[in-house]
């Protein structure tokens, strides 16, 4: 991006959809690699003419990307040191198998607005996920061919530790079946749901005043565990336990039982375990309702031999 030369700025504004407008008069945007102090990359600019305590109502619009693969599960709340504490946790296996899955995100950077000329006195930020989520019911919590499908299914009918490891293992429940969570920050429970009739609705965050730093980034996303749909998914884990206990030692009997227990908190059965109690604690999808998705033939599969 560095060294863009002015008759290449108009394609690459066109290229996000950008425009800056206030009214009917928009803004001749320009394109600089970063700022003076360095703290940003890859601005859009524009000139903006005030009168003497004039308010004047600008839009931004814009088309971006969002990414799509590996993401965690973790909680917005999450502290420096809770990570490492996950990963003690019946020796890193909770975390080696749960703390990502197949995730979409998008985020928006606020960091930007701790350069405006004094302080911002409100921010609202509004969300609108009806139609996006929708989009996800649908497709699933990932695209598969049909011989993608066909190819994990031979590779998930695989026994012994090549197929089995904890990386192997864990990649064939990842499928479209999955349930998908929001896996915001801030979490879903900070923002405020607003009706907008119709069965329309969207969700705000509102700052009074709105004092942003690096950390306050917005990130939108839906990530999906590798959570059994079905019976031989529990075969699967089941492997992978025995070969993690193979290899790193461990209580293989209680280990079996924690990740069964972490499957069953997952889908909004309570267990009651407190061995695994701080883990769930520190998930993004902990108090979101989950949908009737465990069939009655997994959950007795799942709670044998409590």
């Known amino acids: 991006m560095k060294g863009v030369h002015a008759e290449d700025v108009g394609k690459l504004v066109e290229s996000f959809n950008f425009s800056a407008c206030s009214g009917n008069e928009k803004f001749k945007v320009r394109y600089v ?30 088309t971006m990307e969002g990414y799509l693969g590996l993401y965690y599960t973790l909680s917005a709340d999450m502290q420096k040191g809770d990570f490492d504490d996950l990963c003690k946790i019946d020796g890193g296996l909770l975390a080696g198998l749960f703390k990502t899955g197949i995730g979409e995100v998008h985020m928006y950077v606020t960091g930007t607005g701790s350069c405006w000329a004094g302080e911002i006195q409100k921010a609202t930020f509004k969300y609108f996920p009806q139609d996006f989520e929708a ?51 801030p979490s879903p429970d900070k923002w405020t749901r607003k009706d907008d009739g119709a069965g329309r609705f969207h969700y705000e965050l509102a700052f009074t005043p709105f004092r942003p730093s690096e950390d306050d980034s917005i990130i939108l996303g839906y990530v999906a565990p590798p959570m059994p749909t079905e019976l ?47 883990f769930i604690d520190k998930q993004c999808w902990k108090g979101q309702e989950s949908p009737d998705q465990l069939s009655i033939a997994l959950k007795k599969r799942l709670e044998e031999k409590r």
Not at 46 to 60: C, G, N, P, S, Y
Not at 154 to 164: L, S
């Open 33 to 62: 690699p970063q700022d003076k102090e360095k703290k940003f990359s890859k601005l859009f600019l524009w000139t903006m003419k005030f009168a003497a305590h004039e308010e004047r109502t600008l839009v931004v619009s814009y």
């Open 232 to 278: 031989d998914d529990v075969d699967i884990l089941e492997d992978v336990v025995r070969e993690f206990v193979k290899s790193n030692g461990g209580n293989e009997k209680e280990y079996l039982r924690d990740v069964k227990d972490v499957v069953l908190e997952f889908y909004g059965i309570k267990t009651g375990n407190t061995r695994i109690a701080p």
């Open 135 to 185: 989009y996800l019911a649908k497709r699933g919590a990932l695209d598969e061919t049909e011989e993608e499908r066909k190819q994990r299914q031979e590779e998930k009918g695989k026994r012994g530790k090549e197929a089995r490891n904890s990386s192997r293992g864990v990649r064939n429940l990842l499928k479209p079946e999955c349930r998908l969570v929001r896996c915001w920050h």
